[in-house]
């Protein structure tokens, strides 16, 4: 009822507007000279005039306008209904009284005289409003910073001065024409350079980053500089992360790891990856893990013919379907709980769907806990993976894509052996089959199951102690999202027997890790919470490798994407070994399994005593392949 009222008093105080102004356009054409105007013929035509006036008004939705957020699209919709309403009142005259005894002076100062005194109330109510709020939250003492001047940025300053809780202080932005400038009244006080300094100088109480497009190592920054002046912080969304293109406060969130971990917007061609996917029957063993649901999500979103769910969870396999039978409704959906190690489970899903493209995701991957159960390492990652691609070439399927882990370079440990093997099957099988039997290699994924970042988690939740396992070691790390997306993108790019090396950036410290989820949690390391080392477990190396030395490295038509030249192996040596480590698994004989382990990946050893791989951060990588560019120049040149 509120409303409807509302809508009441607006549209009757824009028809008394329409009469003061079609009165005032009249008072300007005869110089304010009351007694010069004839007012009866004025009077009569009024009722015209209005019904023409508030029939534009309405048309155009004037009276739905707020004023409280009255701004230059409500000008635009006056200006509009006035110049159309001039129109329509000009027309109605003219079949009222031909127009007689209106001055036409009159009928164009009227429309003028309409917009401003349309707009001032408005206006007028909108900067009573706004300085109250302002009022209020300077009373509070919420004074807030925002890094970015950019569309998000003056989106968002005008959903919290809307809000009564904070008062805006001004933004930080590096673009050098807005030095100085103002957005909102709001001052832009410079670069974001000067973070350090302004939160000094304005006693801030929250910094929001609204630069969507921020580099993890901008956001690096000013969560230092704001930890170090004891000030909250918070971050919009990125901009690939905001479908709706609409940013207001409620989006406003806290910092994640990711953010200060996770880097650019990865450039897809998704016209190829769809082309690979779309229309296709697509089977994801492991589908209810971490990187095989992501893989599902990314993969249901391109329209494929039908997307065969095969997982030994029945649990997680009930979490997935649930999730995309949601979401994609009309997507062909089959759940089919089971084992890789299966051979007869595995041929009748292969057999019954006929899968074209196969994401093999299922592994076992826990280090430590690998190291005392090689039998189980080789059953599942070596055997289970030797299946399902044996049965992919058996049911002619064109594209079979293994996730493989930087740690099956120079494995220092059984499930990076074992990983290794697996790799080793599949390059081998590509060279004697019609399926395209590609491997893709990355480190670790941020927040997938049984990784590094839900431990410490847990740890902080629970007061403490984070255990680091050496103050020196160090791993890649990508969002899950980033990496499936370059693992379709090659599978799109790859002919058959490549290993294909994920850019993983820069390396990145546990400690720091630790350090920083600490801070993000809003405490202390070292005081709140300490951090405590607990040595190398078995099979642990200090550093992650991406490719061994004899595999090389070259360029792919992809920036973070790198193909490591496979080591070949003899065919009936490789099916020996793999013949005697399904022996020795059946005979549950470990010690055997690690022997044909060593037989097949002759470079495990000693984490520590590791010389021989390369683990690159990208600025090396990329002078690397400058130097074998020119290299190959040379060559040619002589």
């Known amino acids: 009822m509120g409303t409807i009222n509302r809508r009441f008093a607006i549209i009757a105080h824009d028809l008394c507007i329409v009469a003061l102004a079609w009165a005032m356009a009249y008072l300007v054409r005869y110089n304010f000279s009351v007694l010069s105007i004839e007012w009866q013929p004025v009077v009569?035509?009024?009722?015209v005039v209005m019904l023409a006036q508030g029939l534009v008004f309405w048309s155009i939705g004037l009276h739905r306008g707020l004023w409280r957020f009255a701004s230059i699209p409500d000008l635009w919709n006056i200006i509009r209904a006035a110049l159309l309403?001039?129109?329509?009142?000009?027309l109605a005259l003219f079949l009222f009284n031909r127009m007689e005894g209106v001055p036409r002076i009159a009928l164009a100062v009227y429309p003028a005289l309409l917009i401003l005194l349309l707009s001032a109330p408005r206006l007028a109510y909108r900067m009573w409003r706004d300085r109250g709020l302002a009022v209020h939250a300077a009373a509070i003492g919420k004074r807030v910073l925002i890094l970015g001047a950019g569309r998000a940025g003056e989106m968002l300053a005008r959903d919290i001065r809307r809000d009564n809780e904070y008062l805006l202080m001004g933004f930080?932005?590096?673009?050098?024409?807005?030095?100085?400038?103002?957005i909102h009244g709001l001052p832009v006080l410079g670069s974001t350079a000067r973070l350090a300094h302004v939160l000094d100088t304005l006693a801030v109480d929250v910094v929001i980053i609204a630069i969507t497009s921020a580099s993890s190592t901008q956001i690096r920054h000013v969560v230092e500089a704001c930890e170090q002046a004891k000030v909250q912080f918070r971050i919009l969304p990125r901009m690939q992360d905001l479908m709706s293109g609409l940013v207001s406060l409620k989006d406003v969130r806290e910092v994640a790891i990711d953010d200060l971990l996770g880097r650019e917007p990865v450039s897809?061609?998704?016209?190829?990856?769809?082309?690979?996917?779309?229309?296709?029957?697509v089977?994801?063993?492991?589908?209810g893990g971490s990187i095989g649901a992501e893989l599902c999500r990314q993969i249901a979103r391109l329209k494929p013919a039908s997307l065969i769910l095969f997982e030994r969870c029945e649990f997680n396999l009930y979490s997935i379907d649930m999730?995309?039978?949601?979401r994609h409704p009309d997507l062909v959906l089959h759940a089919c709980l089971g084992d890789v190690c299966d051979r007869s489970g595995v041929d009748y899903v292969l057999s019954a769907h006929r899968p074209e493209v196969i994401f093999h995701a299922a592994a076992y991957k826990h280090v430590p806990m690998l190291q005392t159960q090689a039998r189980e390492a080789v059953r599942n990652n070596v055997l289970g993976t030797k299946t399902l691609a044996l049965a992919a070439d058996k049911y002619g399927c064109s594209t079979f894509v293994m996730i493989s882990t930087d740690k099956a370079v120079n494995p220092a440990n059984i499930m990076g052996t074992s990983k290794r093997a697996a790799e080793i099957f599949c390059q081998m099988l590509d060279r004697c089959s019609a399926t395209r039997y590609i491997t893709v290699r990355f480190g670790n994924v941020l927040g997938s199951a049984g990784s590094v970042v839900p431990l410490f988690q847990q740890q902080i939740a629970a007061g403490g102690p984070v255990t680091v396992t050496h103050p020196d070691i160090t791993r890649y790390f990508m969002t899950i999202p980033e990496a499936c997306q370059l693992i379709m993108q090659s599978a799109a790019l790859g002919k058959g027997g490549e290993i294909f090396v994920l850019n993983m950036g820069e390396p990145v410290k546990i400690r720091y890790l630790a350090e920083q989820m600490i801070r993000l949690s809003g405490k202390i390391p070292g005081e709140d919470i300490k951090i405590t080392y607990t040595g190398l477990r078995p099979g642990e190396k200090l550093y992650e490798e991406l490719f061994h030395r004899q595999e090389g490295l070259s360029e792919t038509g992809h920036e973070k994407i790198f193909l490591a030249q496979s080591r070949e192996v003899a065919w009936d040596f490789l099916n020996e070994v793999i013949d005697g480590m399904e022996r020795s698994s059946q005979e549950y004989d470990d010690?055997?399994?690690?022997?044909?382990?060593?037989m097949l990946v002759p470079e495990m050893d000693d984490p520590l005593a590791k010389t021989d791989g390369i683990a690159?951060?990208?600025?090396?990588?990329?002078?690397?392949?400058?130097f074998k560019r020119g290299n190959r120049s040379d060559a040619k040149e002589s």
């Open 172 to 182: 930080l932005d590096d673009n050098p024409q807005l030095k100085g400038t103002k």
């Open 323 to 326: 999730e995309l039978r949601a």
């Open 283 to 287: 089977l994801v063993s492991g589908a």
């Open 616 to 626: 690159l951060p990208s600025p090396v990588i990329s002078k690397v392949l400058e």
């Open 268 to 281: 897809l061609d998704w016209c190829a990856i769809s082309a690979g996917l779309a229309g296709k029957v």
């Open 591 to 598: 010690v055997q399994c690690i022997s044909f382990l060593k």
């Open 85 to 90: 309403g001039a129109l329509a009142v000009g």
């Open 44 to 47: 009569q035509m009024l009722p």
